[in-house]
């Protein structure tokens, strides 16, 4: 994206925010995100409109072409798209933001720890994230939920509910999502630990604890958004992926990855029902990718080339 | 370099060894083993022949033991026989590994070969009308779930135009060459745009920060023309990171062709692990994986000692 001054100096607390609106890649990230959250959240009242539910089967009506009661069409039991689509979108959603949420926390712990502490710790926990990159991911993955939950000795009923599909997709996701936060962590922490603040603090006795939560994690923060923000798109992808070989969100759940599991029998008869739900991925993980793309630049000072 | 040599290809062989006990842990995790298949196909076996299945089979021993045991004879490149096909693994996977490196090779050249020329022009005119373009079309690539980009491809061409088969290797009448290359047209082509974005991007953000070195300026005040220090001078030093950039994809490179084979049909590596794991074919499962790592690790070597190859300064140990 291109990176251009802004044409006003950004004053005091929306300075960020406001670097951000600047970056046109930000910009058309938040409109993209919000606009589909805000979908999103306007579901039930979606669904009252039209006054159905995304669950009622309608088998004489399955397969439908889009019509003013079904504004997007049917699927193959004959429900409601746009509905699925907006109760799709909050369960795809919410287990990306979980997950990333969980790898952020999990890559900034690695990352700060192998970054302060340094020596042998920081190689091998460097050597650890440079591993886990270079792993075939999805086959992997595919292994992790393939597991039988049940016999990790979780009670079999917990085990098939869909709280445990939700958590074990999330769990599986983070496991592998942190490795671009522990990176970008790590080298913001390589950089603090040596600033004035950090050592004069050490002088007057801080614990590392102290140093950690209040010197340096804060100095850090902005690498780690970015990071996160970034990741979010991958772990989304990583989460439709799974879900449309069948192995993600289970039945009745349905996120935007599962819904086109059986798209591609379908796809002469309904080529509609392949079309939504991975066009409404690919514009949450553009968005979140644009959206990453501003933050770095407006956090990043050396790319920001305007007064700030 | 000896030795920066060695301690790599001993911490590859680390790895590798760690992930095959991880797999094969996680696998014996899974619903359902193998005698519980057979008292599913098989009515009149009872508790007590199960029992001495298991012990027949090493099946009772504790987990480490029968990992050792594993290991041992697929060290002698005995990896057992696959239940699925009734072949042994072996000559179930290595027709499949061709077919895979036959999606991933034409596509990593292609992407390669689309991302260079559009990088370098990027990185020349960064912030320009054409780089904020490039940049977008990078994004949208990178932005893109690989199956349903597989799924549009097969809807417009397959569909729509007619113009290419939607899934398959050849025809059912065994297919020329050219019919071949037909087939393979969609799943490379996925392959090729899913890689292309971030490629464009790794090359585009290489050569900026190359292009922020004093040498570029000195070159630039020496009068050399723009398009001699990109070509001459960065270029080669922006290679570095492109190169490590490559070989870390392999994992993704892979991880897609699983989808794109799962999508089209092609009998590769990729769709033989869903298959293997689905079908509770442990054997072959564990020998695929294995394979997937090792492929991935192996490319990540490589790009070590190529790196090493091209910079003289960890060459000399300095």
Redesign the interface.
């Given at each position: 994206?291109?990176?251009?001054a802004a044409p006003f100096p950004a004053v005091g607390r929306c300075a960020g925010l406001c670097a951000l609106l600047h970056r046109?890649?930000g910009c058309a990230g938040l409109l993209l995100l919000g606009t589909i959250a805000t979908s999103c959240l306007a579901a039930p009242f979606v669904a009252m409109l039209l006054g159905t539910d995304p669950e009622t089967i309608d088998l004489l009506a399955r397969l439908q072409p889009p019509t003013p009661t079904h504004p997007l069409g049917t699927d193959e039991l004959g429900r409601d798209l746009l509905l699925r689509l907006l109760y799709g979108g909050r369960v795809s959603l919410f287990t990306g933001l979980l997950a990333a949420l969980l790898a952020a926390a999990l890559g900034t712990a690695i990352g700060v720890v192998a970054g302060y502490v340094g020596g042998r710790v920081d190689a091998f926990l460097m050597?650890l994230t440079d591993?886990v990159?270079?792993?075939?991911?999805?086959?992997?993955l595919?292994?992790?939920a393939?597991?039988?939950l049940?016999?990790?000795g979780l009670p079999a009923d917990f085990a098939s509910g869909s709280v445990a599909s939700v958590l074990r997709i999330v769990t599986i996701v983070a496991l592998f999502g942190w490795t671009t936060v522990a990176r970008l962590a790590r080298a913001a922490t390589l950089s603090l630990r040596e600033r004035e603040f950090v050592l004069a603090a050490r002088a007057l006795g801080a614990s590392d604890w102290r140093i950690v939560l209040v010197h340096i994690l804060p100095g850090a923060a902005s690498s780690i958004v970015v990071a996160t923000t970034l990741s979010i798109?991958n772990v989304i992808?990583a989460e439709?992926?799974l879900s449309?070989?069948g192995l993600g969100i289970q039945p009745p759940l349905a996120s935007w990855?599962s819904m086109?599991t059986h798209?591609?029998e379908l796809?002469?008869e309904a080529?509609w029902l392949?079309?939504w739900?991975?066009?409404l991925?690919?514009a949450t993980?553009?968005g979140f990718?644009?959206l990453g793309?501003g933050l770095q630049q407006a956090l990043d000072p050396r790319r920001r080339e305007g007064p700030s | 370099m000896r030795r920066v040599v060695a301690r790599r290809a001993f911490e590859t062989a680390i790895l590798l060894l760690v992930v095959s006990f991880a797999i094969y842990a996680l696998i014996g995790l899974m619903p359902g083993d193998p005698i519980d298949l057979m008292i599913s196909a098989d009515p009149r076996v009872t508790s007590a022949d199960a029992a001495r299945l298991k012990a027949l089979y090493g099946l009772d021993r504790p987990l480490v033991e029968r990992y050792g045991r594993w290991l041992a004879s697929a060290l002698t490149g005995d990896f057992g026989y696959s239940r699925l096909y009734g072949q042994p693994v072996v000559a179930v996977l290595l027709p499949r590994l061709f077919n895979t490196l036959l999606l991933m090779g034409p596509s990593l050249i292609l992407a390669l070969a689309l991302a260079l020329p559009a990088g370098v022009l990027c990185a020349l005119r960064p912030a320009s009308r054409l780089d904020a373009t490039l940049n977008l079309l990078a994004f949208a690539g990178f932005s893109l779930p690989s199956f349903w980009l597989a799924l549009l491809l097969i809807l417009l061409f397959s569909v729509v135009l007619g113009w290419l088969p939607a899934g398959g290797v050849a025809s059912p009448d065994g297919g020329d060459l050219l019919d071949r290359a037909r087939h393979a047209v969609l799943p490379v082509l996925t392959l090729t745009l899913l890689t292309a974005g971030s490629f464009l991007r790794f090359v585009r953000a290489a050569l900026l920060e190359t292009l922020s070195d004093d040498y570029v300026r000195t070159a630039r005040a020496k009068g050399c023309g723009l398009r001699r220090v990109v070509l001459v001078h960065a270029l080669p030093n922006a290679a570095l990171p492109i190169v490590t950039v490559v070989a870390l994809h392999m994992g993704t490179l892979l991880s897609g062709a699983l989808v794109v084979e799962t999508v089209f049909a092609w009998p590769g590596t990729g769709r033989l692990v869903y298959d293997a794991i689905l079908g509770n074919d442990y054997n072959l499962a564990l020998a695929a994986l294995m394979l997937a790592t090792l492929l991935t690790l192996s490319a990540n070597f490589l790009a070590d000692l190529l790196y090493l190859r091209l910079d003289p300064r960890i060459r000399e140990g300095v």
């Open positions: 994206m291109s990176v251009e046109p890649s050597r591993a990159i270079a792993l075939p991911l999805l086959p992997l595919i292994v992790l393939a597991v039988d049940a016999k990790l798109g992808l439709s992926v449309f070989l990855g086109l798209a591609q796809v002469f080529p392949a079309l739900p991975g066009l991925i690919f993980v553009l990718n644009l793309d | -």
